[in-house]
């Protein structure tokens, strides 16, 4: 046996007795631990590395996350009283292997490689941090970039790259390639806020080399001036008092962790953290004071996949349509979460922890926050007896940072039994270098908002896809779409013409259940069919949606139909565990092959089956000059709402203290 | 002259001093003071009962509120560097006389009536708390009540009455009449959860006795058992240590107040509050750090109506379309705002008076809070620089409470300019009483939900109309819709087919104004076209409707004909003081002659003048179980916000401490 083998089965020992000793406090849905991403990268090494000569360029870790049981093996195991030998833990890894796009299934509990898929399908998987970090490099020592940069009169070393997935517009043959943009620095922080316009850096990743450069136009690049957003800097301070007022609250958490199980008031939950999508709510359960036990609300929750296209047809521009969370993973982006500022000083705070390019974990600290939230709202009152209670409730925070945007998420878990969700939109613009330094220039169509002079804030959307995995009460669920419908009053039955009512219709099928929002009056349940309140409703939560803002666009066109589910804002799917990312396991450069509109052609049953919610929050963005040169957080959200769940008002017996 | 008028003139001086003594401080838009509707009383007495008899039933006060002087007497008089005299404090009365009703306008800086027109138009003022607290006692010395609660087994001692107005459906000639009907407390203190159903008690207020009586049906009247929903009432409690947690921040207000003006942070404006409509907001304006000067926003916003009507057809249901403000004053409806449990330990009140049947004042102690806010949410973040400011905002908070249900309504003032309006609907459910205790037993057609044994809620929405008289940065303004439309490509110009772009439209009248929302996608937008930033963009604000819930009936009927400002989410008019309540000034058993539909149909001219913008928030209410016996607070709202009104993020310069 060669010192190296011995070496590593050495290791794999070790791992064996660790994964042996903490198995009973790791929980079936925890994110891979620090030990276990790194069991994969020595597991995965190992097989790989025995078939082919392994070497830095032929072999790179893009995802690694849990392969969680089946539903079923999870719900039975948890449903022991006392604890049996737990499933086997697996992680599920995306990794480019001599430039194809691998699968890898890897049993941590044996320690092995249970299955290696080459998937020869269109498209390619998030790009790590290692490959991007390296591209944006390459201009550098790219002597027709030297010359563009000094052509424009400006100083290399005031200039830094970003680079961005290029979509796919109909070619044939792909290969993986991304488009570098520079920006300029010069005075300012705000480097997204002074791009150096009209020139395109085409770099293909898997050599890591340039292989396309247009310098097409010169444009000029964005002042300076106007655009530090640093504590002190703009040179006037607002006067005001308020932002001296303490951040809520007290300091104690208020809430019970065992594991990454939260209990607090009435709710209990898991949270675990995914380099793909953040944060992922598992097992919320509701505490159902008359049954004295808990009840199954969601299996599982999160954001399957953001899609951001942007409205700008010039060469530089086009292309710009991405997949936040398939492109570039947003839990990845995660922002380390600053205390007291990003999240309350009662916050707690949990690690995220990811692969790099060579399958080495490594750590994003305070990755999630989770706080009690009182924001002086009311949960319930009446007058009459002056009872009024205090709408306290608990948040898990996530922010990911995308480049220049800023997504903040919350799951917020009301003790009326609702989950609502919210995202803000902060941090900066994508902006467009223009020559234009007035509005009344402008003759031409420029796609966005002149925001300050020489810049251009291009119209773009956001739509954030939703998996909602909801169990209401138990596995077999339906989807309800309840219609308000006008009636006329019958023959004299009143003086009233007519009265609205609702109409309540089931999904047989998967094509049931596409729903477009905003036209019509609607309810949207899902319900449980085998279960009933005392006086005969069907137990349900209805998803309650924000303010609508569905896609504008034809769908012939590549950015929609890789897309996919924009088509509709709801859909509803048969539980399938390998369905788990709405815009396909492969965005980048995807074809639409393979997305939740493709999956939901199957047309499966899903009367009284595990269904699974897809919803999809969206978000037009039209620039204005106040989100020059850092946007004021936009809030977006949605609801899921107990409906007919309880017997009655589930905060009625709330104890008040103090 | 005779000893009474003697004392009533010694009693006007009196008033008069004061009111000389006090000019100083009262500000143009202040709510008529104690002592100002005690002139009122007064004077309207001195002139009316110099003409006819006056005795108790045939003068009645409905409505006294501030006549406010005209938009361009109070910005001329308040950009005045040193006082000059100001415009006569005036009264705006609505009474009865004889069974008329009265528009009453009186000058309270000479003591007298200015005019007295009687209106002879259709409908009737609002209620007086003591004309409704007389009608629900007269079944208590009606002997067929008396059977009828007998012939159901119950007990007279623990029924009690409300009264509720009949709307109208078509009826040539009115009277001004009411419905009473009566609940059974019995072992509850919930009693709209204990409806007598069957008895329509039909009262007229200008007699003050029973006109109609018809005991229809006897239906069991639904248990007590779980309808108490007070601290300690339900058996369990509800293991939660969260509601333990401390009320929101420290206790300084960190605002300053001048009589009603108030500022805090970047804002100033004015806070009222108006028997009708309750909160009254007013010259909102922004301090601009560029400009170093305050900049116009919103003249005057408050909740100019509310429409309720449910959809219940039986005999005892089918008028039930009220008009909230107009009907029962939401002002006069407003709750004591309760310390520590409606608004947080740092919050500042204001009482709010109204004048009683014979014009007496009256106070309604806390009905107004001002809070400082901060809910741990960020008002913007990037993560470079970990540069994230606290979203800290200022809400202005009332309580009404119309019978069973509570509005709560917030006006939340935002650093980044925007105010955001906030509606929490909670309280008690209008429920109907059944004899069906299983949803399986219901065979026909029930109007509601059955959210407990023998208990239906009934569906019905809500429907705020909001008065938004918004002057950006100046009085002329013009309405804009700017519509997101999808465009074709041009020849060759991309890869990309398609895209969407900004059409803006100016509504050049009225007409042009009416905004059905839900199903395209647009800005609606009051920008001043006399004022561009420097880069040429028309300073605007935004109006963001929240989730959109419109009207679902056919406009054919007389509730819908009545309420007229539904037919359309938005309406834009030209400003014309006397177009306050989009209902009308008589919205009891009006005929829909008199509304904003109405006013909207003379189609004026809207481009670059003082236009005011009317939005209809709406929601529909599908009861469910776990609105019994209390509803926890559903939450609606909107946003107007600033779009190229500043130059760049007007919170760069928050200084941070703390």
New interface residues.
């Given amino acids: 046996m060669p010192s190296s083998l011995k070496f590593s089965l050495f290791f794999q020992c070790i791992f064996c007795i660790i994964s042996l000793i903490s198995t009973k406090s790791i929980h079936l849905l925890d994110s891979l631990t620090p030990s276990e991403l790194k069991q994969v990268k020595t597991i995965v090494n190992q097989s790989i590395c025995s078939t082919i000569s392994c070497h830095n360029d032929n072999l790179s870790f893009h995802y690694v996350g849990l392969n969680e049981p089946n539903k079923e093996t999870v719900v039975s195991w948890l449903s022991k009283q006392k604890p049996t030998k737990s499933p086997p833990r697996q992680a599920f890894v995306l990794a480019r292997i001599n430039q194809s796009n691998h699968e890898i299934i890897v049993d941590l509990t044996d320690s092995k490689v249970i299955s290696n898929k080459v998937n020869d399908g269109h498209g390619y998987p998030l790009l790590n941090l290692e490959e991007k970090d390296a591209a944006v490099l390459l201009p550098f020592s790219y002597a027709p970039f030297f010359a563009s940069i000094k052509k424009r009169g400006l100083n290399l070393k005031e200039v830094v790259c970003q680079c961005f997935t290029i979509g796919w517009?109909?070619a044939n043959k792909t290969r993986r390639v991304v488009k570098v943009m520079c920006y300029y620095l010069n005075g300012t922080?705000s480097l997204y806020m002074r791009p150096i316009e009209g020139i395109t850096v085409t770099v293909d990743l898997d050599e890591m080399k340039i292989v396309g450069y247009l310098d097409r136009v010169v444009v000029p690049v964005p002042k300076a001036e106007?655009t530090d957003?640093?504590?002190?800097?703009?040179?006037?301070?607002?006067?005001?008092?308020?932002?001296?007022?303490?951040?809520?609250?007290?300091g104690s958490p208020?809430?019970d962790m065992d594991g990454n199980v939260i209990r607090?008031?009435?709710w209990k939950f898991h949270v675990a953290f995914d380099m793909r999508v953040g944060p992922v709510i598992s097992l919320a359960s509701i505490?159902d004071?008359?049954k004295d036990e808990y009840r199954r609300v969601l299996y599982r929750g999160y954001i399957s996949e953001l899609f951001v296209p942007y409205?700008?047809?010039?060469?530089e521009w086009?292309?710009k349509t991405y997949f936040d969370a398939g492109d570039f993973g947003f839990g990845l982006s995660a922002?380390s979460l600053?205390p007291l500022?990003?999240?309350?000083k009662n916050a707690v705070f949990l690690d995220g922890y990811y692969s790099t390019k060579d399958g080495t974990p490594a750590k994003i600290a305070n990755a999630l926050c989770i706080?009690?939230?009182?924001?002086?709202?009311?949960?319930?009152?009446?007058?009459?007896?002056?009872?009024?209670?205090?709408?306290?409730s608990?948040?898990v925070r996530m922010?990911s940072?995308i480049g220049n945007y800023?997504y903040?998420v919350d799951w917020e878990f009301k003790?009326?039994?609702?989950i609502k969700v919210n995202i803000?939109l902060?941090?900066?613009l994508a902006v467009r270098a223009t020559k234009y330094?007035?509005?009344?220039q402008i003759k031409e169509?420029v796609?966005g908002?002149?925001?300050?002079?020489n810049t251009l804030g291009a119209?773009h959307d956001h739509f954030l896809n939703f998996h909602l995995d909801l169990d209401v009460d138990g596995h077999d669920n339906s989807f309800v779409e309840?219609k308000?419908?006008?009636k006329s009053?019958p023959d004299k039955?009143?003086?009233?013409?007519?009265?609205?009512?609702?109409v309540p219709k089931t999904a047989k099928t998967e094509s049931d259940a596409r729903i477009h929002l905003?036209?019509k009056?609607a309810?949207y349940l899902v319900v449980n069919p085998n279960k009933?309140?005392k006086?005969?409703?069907e137990v349900g939560y209805q998803l309650?949606?924000?303010?609508?803002?569905?896609n504008?666009?034809?769908y012939?066109?590549?950015?929609e139909k890789r897309c996919g589910f924009n088509k509709y804002n709801v859909w509803v799917t048969r539980y399938n565990k390998s369905e788990k990312w709405a815009g396909g396991v492969y965005t980048d450069q995807s074809r639409g092959n393979d997305n939740l509109a493709i999956w939901s052609l199957r047309n499966r049953e899903i009367e009284n089956k595990d269904v699974v919610v897809w919803y999809t929050l969206g978000f037009?963005h039209?620039p204005?000059?106040?989100?020059?040169?850092?946007?004021?957080?936009a809030?977006v959200g949605f609801e899921i709402k107990?409906?007919?769940?309880?017997?009655?008002?589930?905060?009625?017996?709330?104890?008040?203290?103090?």
């Fill in positions: 517009f109909g922080v106007g957003y640093r504590e002190g800097k703009p040179e006037k301070p607002l006067n005001s008092s308020s932002v001296n007022s303490t951040r809520m609250m007290h208020n809430f607090w008031a009435n505490y004071l008359e409205m700008d047809l010039t060469e086009y292309f922002s600053v500022k990003d999240c309350p706080f009690e939230k009182n924001a002086g709202d009311v949960l319930w009152r009446h007058t009459e007896f002056s009872e009024i209670r205090p709408d306290v608990l948040v922010v940072t800023d903040m003790q009326t039994g609702s803000g902060t941090g900066l330094t007035h509005k009344s169509e796609y908002t002149l925001i300050a002079e119209h309840s308000l419908q006008a009053t039955r009143s003086p009233r013409k007519n009265y609205w009512t609702v905003g036209s009056a309810q009933k309140t006086i005969g409703n309650l949606p924000g303010i609508v803002a569905s504008i666009l034809p012939n066109d590549y950015p037009h039209v204005s000059q106040e989100d020059f040169p850092i946007m004021p957080t809030n107990p409906t007919n769940f309880f017997e009655h008002n589930p905060t009625l017996g709330l104890k008040l203290h103090g």
